[in-house]
């Protein structure tokens, strides 16, 4: 698999890529410390770095640290190498730039991107980027360690910064899953970010994407990242609007409140076809509102590997 070029970063590069891994770790430990102390999360957690201390056992690996939180004993794992290697694909394609005000697809599938790499971290698992416009963009392969952390972050901060117009209008989701799925090492896994908006794509033509990747034992999550209000529950204020789709470029004028009604029903439809082919292939899909935080990526991510660790 041939990766871009190294980029050359400035001191204010450097300086966001730290704000950004400074959040996105915070975030994952207050979402981590919430489910060690949650009896209701309704599944284990033993399989990431932490196990619960048994009685008798040597008190060499506890973290204390996590008692003082939660009040419970837990093992640190150092001796378990997971050897896994995560892929984080997220799609750049000009739909996922909506909406321009509150939070973005977009933003959203980088912040929680960035957030599942301490996940990895803490799991010693590798882990590498890429993106995909009109074609696949590969820009860190998987690997571990704080040096490549770094270099992680900082394409996710460049990426944070930049326009829809720094990217293809449209998507090549469907062509850049067939190429992942020849070009990836065996018993890969593949994060997809998308809202899987794509002008005339069906469930059977990125169903099919899926399927290779499973045909050649690779690993899938897809998180489909939508502004749920607008985009799934089709919720507008009163009045007529001019939409604009930003890949294709074709325009309706039109009062929602007329359309609500076959859009809702057209979108569950397409919705209930892709989770079924998902089941289906044992890919899990996980819906997530780019408004709200990504807790509902990381409980999916955890959910798939502890299904792994079984």
């Not at 915070?26 to 284990?44: C, M, R, W, Y």
């Not at 359309?259 to 029903?265: H, S």
């Not at 979108?267 to 996980?286: A, S």
């Amino acid at each position: 698999m041939a990766f871009d070029q190294k980029d050359a970063w400035t001191p204010a590069d450097l300086e966001s890529a730290g704000v950004l891994d400074f959040k996105a770790a915070q975030a994952v430990e207050g979402f981590l410390t919430g489910l060690h102390a949650s009896p209701h999360h309704g599944f284990s957690v033993e399989f990431a770095e932490h196990r619960l201390f048994n009685t008798g056992e040597s008190t060499r690996h506890l973290d204390w640290k996590l008692l003082a939180r939660t009040d419970k004993f837990f093992t640190k794992r150092y001796e378990e190498e997971t050897n896994l290697r995560a892929h984080l694909l997220v799609d750049a394609s000009a739909s996922m730039f909506y909406p321009a005000i509150g939070t973005s697809k977009w933003e959203f599938s980088l912040r929680t991107a960035a957030a599942l790499t301490h996940v990895f971290r803490r799991q010693r698992d590798a882990y590498g980027l890429l993106l995909c416009d009109y074609q696949l963009r590969r820009l860190v392969r998987p690997g571990l360690g704080k040096s490549h952390h770094h270099t992680v972050m900082l394409h996710l901060q460049k990426a944070l910064s930049a326009r829809a117009e720094d990217y293809g209008k449209k998507t090549a989701l469907v062509e850049s899953l067939h190429e992942l799925a020849e070009t990836m090492p065996s018993r890969s896994l593949l994060l997809v970010f998308s809202d899987c908006f794509e002008p005339g794509l069906q469930p059977d033509a990125l169903v099919s994407a899926l399927q290779h990747l499973r045909y050649n034992r690779h690993e899938v999550l897809l998180f489909q990242v939508l502004d749920q209000k607008t985009e799934a529950r089709f919720e507008w204020n009163q009045g007529p609007y001019r939409l604009v789709d930003p890949e294709s470029g074709q325009e309706m004028k039109l009062n929602p409140s007329e359309y609500r009604e076959a859009y809702v029903q057209a979108y569950k439809d397409f919705t209930t076809e892709l989770r079924l082919r998902c089941g289906q292939l044992k890919i899990d899909l996980v819906e997530a509102d780019c408004q709200n935080g990504f807790g509902d990526v990381l409980e999916g991510y955890l959910r798939q590997r502890s299904k792994r660790s079984r």
